[in-house]
């Protein structure tokens, strides 16, 4: 399936936006790609990309890595040492999906704390969260945003909740980082810049790989002494990267080219809510669709999610199951033809196991 049209037959594959090919422009950046040794600093390209990228996410500097994964664990490392602490969500997906690397490589506790229903951070967990300062404690060291919030149901942030944080850090002395995998996601639905939601944080990061499409790679971006910093932690948890000039060239077209369109995926995820809200036995988990996901629950059939899942599957339809509900992601490479699509095959399968 591709974005050049869609056949009544085709898979709809809405397990994530991670599984997006590159775009035809990004394939010819990468085979034409002008490249050198990353670790030792000339890689025009890589050089190029992270500072066009901490411009427009209004930092000094930026780092360019592997995966979002390693950008939220050297990010963790350069603001903690073993024993301190870090306040975040209890879904973040540092917590939930990382495998503890920020604890197990680090030795930094994780503090979770609730969300508000909506799903936005709540200012005032975060502050009760903040241990004492006493010996009988951890030193709670870093306040962790993650924007958007994925099991929160791609929840946005608001710049509002940002500067609540940010002053709960000042008051307190700590730092604030934004685990901004989906952050373009978020300020394009809120009509706002990038820059504008991470105006906040001290550190953050991003990832390309996502809804913008290109094959691999996340930035880190805070200060330039925060980055000089990260960079040495990249290289201790093995994401040193020579030649990385071709997959940094993908990551520029993806940031040239597709960021406004993301506006695109937030349209087919509410067509695709708003079709599921209509099928009997099926209802939206989360308050509102606000980016590219959607969250349903399968309560009203009786039916366990992942069960559902796999009859999806036998429809045509892919996605993953998240506890008591199930995830759809919409991206580039389901074209707006597909969900109409998806929403009859959801349909059928919920209409079989109601029968």
């Not at 903040?130 to 924007?147: A, G, K, S, Y």
């Not at 997959?247 to 506006?263: C, F, G, K, Q, S």
């Not at 009786?302 to 992601?329: H, M, N, W």
Request: proline share 6%; hydrophobic share 45%; with cysteine.
């Amino acid at each position: 399936m591709g974005t050049d049209g869609f056949a009544p037959g085709d898979v709809v594959d809405l397990r994530s936006d991670t599984v997006t090919k590159p775009t035809p422009a990004m394939r010819r950046a990468m085979a034409e790609a002008e490249v050198g040794d990353d670790v030792a600093g000339d890689d025009p390209t890589v050089n190029r990309l992270e500072a066009l990228a901490a411009e427009r996410v209004g930092k000094e500097a930026g780092l360019f890595v592997p995966s979002g994964s390693m950008a939220n664990l050297v990010s963790a490392l350069v603001h903690c040492a073993p024993g301190e602490a870090i306040v975040m969500d209890r879904n973040a997906h540092t917590r939930i999906y990382e495998v503890g690397a920020v604890t197990a490589l680090g030795g930094i506790l994780m503090d979770p704390v609730e969300p508000l229903p909506d799903g936005q951070p709540d200012p005032a967990a975060y502050e009760a969260a903040v241990f004492p300062n006493n010996i009988h404690h951890p030193c709670t060291r870093l306040l962790w945003v993650e924007n958007t919030s994925n099991r929160g149901g791609g929840t946005v942030v608001t710049r509002e909740t940002m500067t609540a944080i940010r002053a709960i850090a000042d008051r307190h002395g700590l730092g604030l980082h934004v685990d901004g995998a989906r952050i373009f996601n978020s300020a394009v639905a809120q009509c706002c810049s990038a820059a504008d939601l991470l105006a906040d944080a001290d550190s953050a990061m991003f990832c390309f790989s996502k809804g913008l499409c290109a094959p691999i790679g996340s930035l880190v971006v805070g200060s330039r002494g925060f980055v000089a910093a990260a960079r040495r932690k990249r290289k201790m948890v093995g994401g040193g990267m020579r030649q990385v000039g071709v997959i940094a060239a993908a990551a520029l077209v993806a940031l040239d080219t597709m960021v406004d369109r993301l506006a695109e995926d937030h349209a087919k995820a509410k067509e695709l809510a708003a079709g599921i809200e209509a099928t009997p036995g099926l209802s939206i988990a989360m308050p509102a669709v606000q980016t590219n996901m959607v969250y349903f629950s399968t309560a009203g059939l009786g039916v366990p999610p992942a069960e559902f899942v796999e009859g999806l599957k036998s429809q045509g339809v892919l996605c993953y199951a998240t506890g008591d509900r199930i995830r759809l992601v919409t991206h580039h490479d389901v074209p707006p033809e597909a969900i109409p699509h998806a929403v009859e095959r959801i349909g059928r399968a919920a209409e079989a196991f109601a029968s």
